[in-house]
């Protein structure tokens, strides 16, 4: 196929057949592969590639030399003559030989799913962490499979698969880019630990921490913006925050919380990336509490949440005190407002409306208390009634003889930190349980 010369700085779109294998394995594993499918359309579109056409097998096993049996290799050749794409990009992991070997027999770019969302993250990446992220997952990813992509690096026009190290670093020797990885990681570790030193500032202040957790393009962000006034983007596609934002939010109460944004999840998220983003993604372990975002309206709702769920395990979070917010509730259909939960921990909201964004502000203040406690401070102890004041909200306050009894909405947070230096003044009853009234 011959390809015409241009002016480098150009790029010709991706025009691409996308392909799919769906084998044992993947059954088993139980991720739907329809739904799979449907997610690496809106992956590709979201890099900007044109989806032309959709190929998909069913296999007992994958193919070694080609993923794809030898017969849908030649099927796909004729799909891709036939409507003159460029690009074909497989729903699954591709070694190097199998990138060579599909090359030779289709003569197009070959690109797999996880090179395409490490090449939508470095569209993405804004911040020098993120670019270093980025770039540190793609060399960890391409490494082993360098010996396979040749023909794509050296192809006219850039694209998906060539963004991010970019070509130049990526046609050098095996040495070379390892020196390169180890000199990321030196540069990430500096930022990894400014992050730490600024994220132990904010604990030793007593800021409580929330973050916004959720599959991707469930509507964090425009929570985010709509609580707090943030200058955050917004876009209804996938990935379309990847850089944590951190923002105050006021509660009903007066009190106040650091709400973060997390990049979204999804599954199969390529490990090198986990790995790369875990310093963003430790936001969620930090955090005193987890709004974990769930698309409503998504037919695969159960199914992203099982993958969030999954990833914040992995990361350590999943015993963490977590508030799940339904969203998009305004574009749900009655049947499938009807089958989510209900209860304490769960809310139905639209991130556009007033109310519900008043309702999600009361219960996180909910959640994060820990009721109303009594307490009895002798009128000398001037720290431990501050103390009061920084553990919660003091509600009503009256002398009593020599001492001063405070009814105190307690920030659970604050009061595992700083309860056990107030817990002898703390007023019980007769069977020696705390109790929130002044008598």
Partial sequence: MAHTTFDTNMTIRDRAVLVSLVTDEVKRSGINPEHSLQELVSLAETAGVEVLDVISQNRDVPDARWLIGKGKVEELRQAILAVQANTAIFDHDLSGAQVRNLEQSLDVKIIDRTQLILDIFAQRAKTREGIIQVELAQLSYLLPRLSGHGKNLSRLGGGIGTRGPGESKLETDRRHIRSRIGDLKRQLEAVIKHRKLHRGRRQKSGAIQVALVGYTNAGKSTLLKQLTSADVYI?????????????????????????????????????????????????????????????????????????????????????????????????????????????????????????????????????????ILS?????????????????????????????????????????????????????????????????
């Fill in 235 to 371: 876009e209804n596609q996938l990935f379309a925050t990847l850089d944590p934002t951190s923002r105050t939010l006021e509660l009903p109460g007066g009190s106040e919380v650091i709400l973060t944004d997390t990049v979204g999840f999804i599954q199969n998220l390529p490990h090198d990336l986990v790995a790369a983003f875990r310093a963003t993604l430790e936001e969620a372990n930090e955090a005193d509490l987890i709004l974990h975002v769930v698309d409503a309206s998504s037919p695969m709702r159960e199914e992203q949440m099982k993958v969030v769920d999954s990833i914040l395990e992995d990361l350590g979070a999943a015993d963490k005190p977590q508030l799940v917010l339904f969203n998009k509730k305004d574009v749900c259909t009655q049947e499938q407002l009807e089958m989510l939960p209900t209860g304490p921990g769960h809310l139905k909201i639209s991130a556009l409306d007033e109310g519900d964004l008043l309702a999600v502000k009361q219960a996180i203040q909910e959640r994060l208390s820990g009721g």
């Fill in 375 to 439: 307490f009895r401070v002798p009128s000398e102890d001037g720290n431990a009634m501050a103390l009061l004041y920084r553990i919660g909200d003091v509600v009503e306050q009256k002398s009593e003889e020599h001492d001063m009894i405070y009814k105190v909405q307690v920030h659970k947070p604050d009061y595992d930190k700083w309860g056990h230096m107030v817990e002898p003044y703390l007023i019980r009853d007769e069977t020696g349980k705390s109790r929130g009234e002044i008598r």
